[in-house]
T-cell receptor, first 115, second 113 residues
């Protein structure tokens, strides 16, 4: 059973299109996240979300929006795709807790290619 | 979060111990040291974390100096499958939406036959 699953694994699309990436976690975690890993392999946080708050990294364009239908899902919608959006996108989740919290669980990634 | 400094890359012979250092001289008293790794084409994987005591689990050991300004991740018997980028992250050990995990450049460990 996959703890954090993302679909699709690969996505090729044209500039200007709107696309979505889905993420589901079956761990019962409270908070979910989206990360972007660009061609230089740097992992950057984009969003964190639980039922109380949405935190958006200030560098993320407003063409990107997270949608959470329920606690187990956090989908990523991208409007008007640009060439620079090409990257691997990772979903992650964590259990909210106090000091000494354990780590995040990551999905296997979605490789987005914009042509 | 306190910043960390790691070597860009390291090599290790298969079967030997891999010792990955991390400097975090500005760590605060309530910040933990976390280690993750990312194997090629996979999502990051949590390895271990600690505050001030040494920690060990089925994957690795974490040695934190007494002054907490540096730490070492030890893979006791490295295998080819341990080839990955290893990230040392210092952060307050509370999980919530406002305390997001941020990654630096990490150390690329190459385990060689």
């Amino acid at each position: 059973d996959t703890a954090v699953s993302q679909t699709p694994k690969y996505l090729v699309t044209q500039m200007g299109n709107d696309k979505s990436i889905k993420c589901e976690q079956n761990l019962g975690h409270d908070t979910m996240y989206w990360y972007k890993q660009d061609s230089k392999k740097f992992l950057k946080i984009m969003f964190s979300y639980n039922n109380k708050e949405l935190i958006i990294n200030e560098t993320v364009p407003n063409r990107f929006s997270p949608k959470s239908p329920d606690k187990a899902h956090l989908n990523l919608h991208i409007n008007s795709l640009e060439l620079g959006d090409s990257a691997v996108y990772f979903c992650a989740s964590s259990q909210d807790s106090g000091q000494g919290s354990y780590g995040y669980t990551f999905g296997s990634g979605t490789r987005l290619t914009v042509v | 979060d306190a910043k960390t400094t790691q070597p860009t890359s390291m090599d290790c012979a298969e079967g030997r111990a891999a010792n990955l250092p991390c400097n975090h001289s500005t760590i605060s008293g309530n910040e933990y040291v976390y280690w993750y790794r990312q194997i090629h084409s996979q999502g990051p994987q949590y390895i271990i974390h600690g505050l001030k005591n040494n920690e060990t689990n089925e994957m690795a050991s974490l040695i934190i100096t007494e002054d907490r300004k540096s730490s070492t991740l030890i893979l006791p018997h490295a295998t080819l499958r341990d080839t990955a980028v290893y990230y040392c992250i210092v952060r307050v050990g509370v999980n919530n939406a406002g305390n997001m995990l941020t990654f630096g450049g990490g150390t690329r460990l190459m385990v060689k036959p």
